[in-house]
């Protein structure tokens, strides 16, 4: 537990290398602590705990995408990889790190316990926001290290010598108690900071990139609440960011192109008008990326090793975005061809392809008058198609499969305007509100909802101009029904035409996809959800594996998929159906990861952790 705990980083800043690996605390080396008590100082020491979060990216990143469903290991893939995809990874694996994590924890403690908060400048606390950005970190940090490892050493005090080290009696807890102490109790409860801005804004010579890295106080709260399943309080901050920045869930669908639209035998309502500007050998079904649309908090790595923190996911999945090419006169696409590799060691799974390629595409007639006739298609998910680009090999024989989105921007993503609104609705779904969550996928939560008879409840609209009052007073005008820049359905991100999902007459309604969705869940586990007396919970629960699979299309390759699957399963554990038997959730992720072969027994909780150093 020393080399984990024991970390001071040294004052720098993300744009020059500095003194950032771990000391050594075997040795008698002094340790210099840094003084923050000036705001310079202070932030150049916020800055190092940044490059620390950046430290920890690849690990983060590894140990949720790799036990996750979405990705799968090749013939080229090495050993740490192998092990964290079939669940024998080893404390000697180098993915296996809760240091990288108690490293930040550690700094947090440090700039918490020392600088001064008293400090302001007229009726303005010059302290406040940048406090309160720590104290996100330290939570961002303990919440991986409870995901990962279970219980963990919970530790507040910065920990600056061996003997702090030995006489460390800091008790080990469980998600639900670390978030009770970070988010709950005393004088640093990140609740005190709920509704507070980013520091760093004018003034600050790269504030915009300093700022990205930031985590909203509102938006770990609602994370840490969610992992918790404390629903309700998970949905207060969520709600409160999304009112506060007015962040629409907006009309962003996948960019795809259809090579020859005649060789579908796509039906004649869903064809352009021959006036149209479209053509077959290049049909674009639809026209933005949501790759990296609506960011919230991600973290830039370097250009370069000379520059900072690099990443080596890039290069796992098969494109080296740091090879510089020795052809002066080579083209910029030349030299962007020329990063991709045929050794691949990270790849898109058989079953992210099979739930992108089973889904339908919902769409509206083209036809004048026809307006109210909608269709579906099967040709999948768009966004999968937006995300995967196939290539010829170098020896132009097998078809290759990369992922597009480390290829343009090496940049790890914590949170997007989708992560927000998603979690939301898991959190309503628990609520007892699976008719909001769908709502989130369908329509948008817009004022709309408010005269719907299909699928949303009274109690729903009670719940939207109540306690979540985002249609009525300051909510109408920012979830409005009308205009542009209004409230969109997720789902339309990959399966849906400007319309098609929309309204009572698309063929995407809550009873069908409820019903797809259960008839899924009994053959799968053979249990039987007909006349259950716990119907609610039924339903709940198929929403629920509802929203698994739009977080599997939304946040695919993002680094968060296995602590999707973890917060589902435990959640499921801990409320399910009567009729579906004890531990319905360990047997449920079991499923979803069976095609890996783990070599442990998934349905037992305690396997799914990594081991402790």
Same mark, same amino acid.
């Given at each position: 537990m020393k080399k984990i705990i024991f970390s001071v980083i040294c004052m720098m800043t993300l744009f020059v290398s500095s003194c950032s690996d771990m000391l050594d605390v075997e040795t008698s080396r002094e340790v210099e602590l840094p003084s923050i008590g000036q705001a310079s100082d202070s932030l150049f020491y916020v800055l190092g705990i940044m490059q620390a979060v950046q430290q920890a990216a690849d690990a983060y990143y590894i140990q949720n995408e790799m036990r996750g469903d979405l990705v799968d290991v090749t013939v080229h893939s090495d050993l740490n990889l192998r092990e964290m995809a079939n669940f024998s990874a080893t404390a000697s694996n180098k993915y296996d790190s809760a240091y990288v994590y108690y490293r930040i924890i550690n700094n947090c403690n440090y700039y918490i316990a020392n600088r001064d908060t008293t400090l302001y400048d007229g009726t303005?606390?010059?302290?406040? %926001?940048?406090?309160a950005t720590v104290l996100a970190f330290r939570a961002w940090a303990y919440l991986q290290l409870a995901r990962n490892y279970g219980k963990v050493k919970f530790v507040t005090k910065p920990l600056t010598s061996l003997s702090?080290?030995?006489n460390d009696k800091s !008790? !080990? *807890?469980g998600i639900k108690e670390i978030v009770a102490r970070l988010a709950d109790e005393g004088n640093t409860a990140l609740r005190r900071y709920s509704g507070l801005d980013l520091p760093y804004g004018n003034g600050v010579i790269g504030s915009d990139y300093i700022r990205s890295m930031c985590i909203p106080v509102d938006v770990i709260l609602g994370e840490l609440y969610l992992e918790a399943g404390r629903y309700a !309080?998970?949905? @207060?901050y969520y709600f409160k960011y999304l009112l506060k920045y007015k962040m629409v869930a907006s009309d962003q669908r996948s960019l795809v192109e259809l090579s020859n639209m005649w060789?579908?035998?796509?039906?004649? @309502? &869903? *064809?352009? !008008?021959? %006036?149209?500007?479209? &053509?077959? =050998?290049? &049909?674009? *079904?639809?026209?933005t990326s949501t790759s990296l649309d609506g960011r919230i908090t991600y973290l830039p790595m370097a250009l370069n090793k000379f520059k900072g923190v690099t990443s080596e996911i890039p290069k796992l999945f098969g494109f080296d975005y740091y090879l510089t090419s020795g052809d002066e006169d080579a083209t910029p696409d030349e030299k962007y061809q020329a990063k991709f590799m045929d050794e691949q060691q990270i790849v898109p799974s058989s079953a992210y392809k099979s739930l992108a390629n089973n889904s339908l595409y919902y769409y509206t007639s083209r036809f004048a008058g026809h307006e109210n006739e909608k269709g579906a298609l099967s040709i999948g998910d768009q966004r999968a198609k937006a995300r995967v680009v196939q290539r010829s090999n170098v020896g132009g024989v097998d078809t290759m499969e990369y992922q597009r989105l480390f290829t343009y921007a090496p940049q790890i993503i914590l949170y997007r305007s989708s992560t927000v609104w998603l979690h939301l609705a898991e959190a309503f779904n628990r609520m007892g509100?699976? =008719?909001?969550? &769908?709502?989130? *996928?369908?329509d948008g939560l817009t004022t709309n909802l408010l005269t719907d008879t299909t699928y949303i409840t009274d109690g729903t609209k009670e719940l939207l101009t109540g306690r979540y009052p985002f249609l009525i007073g300051e909510g109408v005008s920012i979830f409005s029904g009308t205009g542009g820049a209004r409230n969109y359905g997720i789902h339309r991100h990959g399966c849906s035409d400007a319309s098609g999902i929309d309204g009572v007459y698309?063929?995407?309604?809550? @009873?069908t996809e409820v019903l797809r969705k259960l008839d899924e869940i009994e053959s799968m586990f053979e249990v039987t959800s007909a006349g259950s007396e716990d119907s609610l919970a039924v339903i709940v629960n198929a929403v629920e594996d509802l929203l698994c699979d739009e977080y599997a299309m939304e946040f695919a390759f993002e680094g968060c998929r296995y602590a999707d699957l973890m917060r589902l399963a435990r959640h499921k554990n801990e409320s399910s159906p009567a009729g579906y038997g004890t531990n319905f959730g360990g047997r449920w992720l079991a499923r979803k990861l069976a095609f890996k072969n783990p070599v442990k027994n998934l349905e037992d909780e305690q396997n799914w952790y990594l081991p402790m150093k």
């Amino acid at each position: 537990m020393k080399k984990i705990i024991f970390s001071v980083i040294c004052m720098m800043t993300l744009f020059v290398s500095s003194c950032s690996d771990m000391l050594d605390v075997e040795t008698s080396r002094e340790v210099e602590l840094p003084s923050i008590g000036q705001a310079s100082d202070s932030l150049f020491y916020v800055l190092g705990i940044m490059q620390a979060v950046q430290q920890a990216a690849d690990a983060y990143y590894i140990q949720n995408e790799m036990r996750g469903d979405l990705v799968d290991v090749t013939v080229h893939s090495d050993l740490n990889l192998r092990e964290m995809a079939n669940f024998s990874a080893t404390a000697s694996n180098k993915y296996d790190s809760a240091y990288v994590y108690y490293r930040i924890i550690n700094n947090c403690n440090y700039y918490i316990a020392n600088r001064d908060t008293t400090l302001y400048d007229g009726t303005y606390n010059v302290t406040q %926001s940048e406090y309160a950005t720590v104290l996100a970190f330290r939570a961002w940090a303990y919440l991986q290290l409870a995901r990962n490892y279970g219980k963990v050493k919970f530790v507040t005090k910065p920990l600056t010598s061996l003997s702090d080290i030995e006489n460390d009696k800091s !008790e !080990e *807890l469980g998600i639900k108690e670390i978030v009770a102490r970070l988010a709950d109790e005393g004088n640093t409860a990140l609740r005190r900071y709920s509704g507070l801005d980013l520091p760093y804004g004018n003034g600050v010579i790269g504030s915009d990139y300093i700022r990205s890295m930031c985590i909203p106080v509102d938006v770990i709260l609602g994370e840490l609440y969610l992992e918790a399943g404390r629903y309700a !309080e998970a949905a @207060d901050y969520y709600f409160k960011y999304l009112l506060k920045y007015k962040m629409v869930a907006s009309d962003q669908r996948s960019l795809v192109e259809l090579s020859n639209m005649w060789d579908l035998n796509l039906p004649n @309502d &869903f *064809l352009p !008008e021959s %006036s149209g500007n479209w &053509f077959p =050998d290049n &049909f674009s *079904l639809i026209s933005t990326s949501t790759s990296l649309d609506g960011r919230i908090t991600y973290l830039p790595m370097a250009l370069n090793k000379f520059k900072g923190v690099t990443s080596e996911i890039p290069k796992l999945f098969g494109f080296d975005y740091y090879l510089t090419s020795g052809d002066e006169d080579a083209t910029p696409d030349e030299k962007y061809q020329a990063k991709f590799m045929d050794e691949q060691q990270i790849v898109p799974s058989s079953a992210y392809k099979s739930l992108a390629n089973n889904s339908l595409y919902y769409y509206t007639s083209r036809f004048a008058g026809h307006e109210n006739e909608k269709g579906a298609l099967s040709i999948g998910d768009q966004r999968a198609k937006a995300r995967v680009v196939q290539r010829s090999n170098v020896g132009g024989v097998d078809t290759m499969e990369y992922q597009r989105l480390f290829t343009y921007a090496p940049q790890i993503i914590l949170y997007r305007s989708s992560t927000v609104w998603l979690h939301l609705a898991e959190a309503f779904n628990r609520m007892g509100y699976p =008719d909001a969550a &769908f709502a989130i *996928l369908k329509d948008g939560l817009t004022t709309n909802l408010l005269t719907d008879t299909t699928y949303i409840t009274d109690g729903t609209k009670e719940l939207l101009t109540g306690r979540y009052p985002f249609l009525i007073g300051e909510g109408v005008s920012i979830f409005s029904g009308t205009g542009g820049a209004r409230n969109y359905g997720i789902h339309r991100h990959g399966c849906s035409d400007a319309s098609g999902i929309d309204g009572v007459y698309s063929l995407y309604q809550m @009873d069908t996809e409820v019903l797809r969705k259960l008839d899924e869940i009994e053959s799968m586990f053979e249990v039987t959800s007909a006349g259950s007396e716990d119907s609610l919970a039924v339903i709940v629960n198929a929403v629920e594996d509802l929203l698994c699979d739009e977080y599997a299309m939304e946040f695919a390759f993002e680094g968060c998929r296995y602590a999707d699957l973890m917060r589902l399963a435990r959640h499921k554990n801990e409320s399910s159906p009567a009729g579906y038997g004890t531990n319905f959730g360990g047997r449920w992720l079991a499923r979803k990861l069976a095609f890996k072969n783990p070599v442990k027994n998934l349905e037992d909780e305690q396997n799914w952790y990594l081991p402790m150093k």
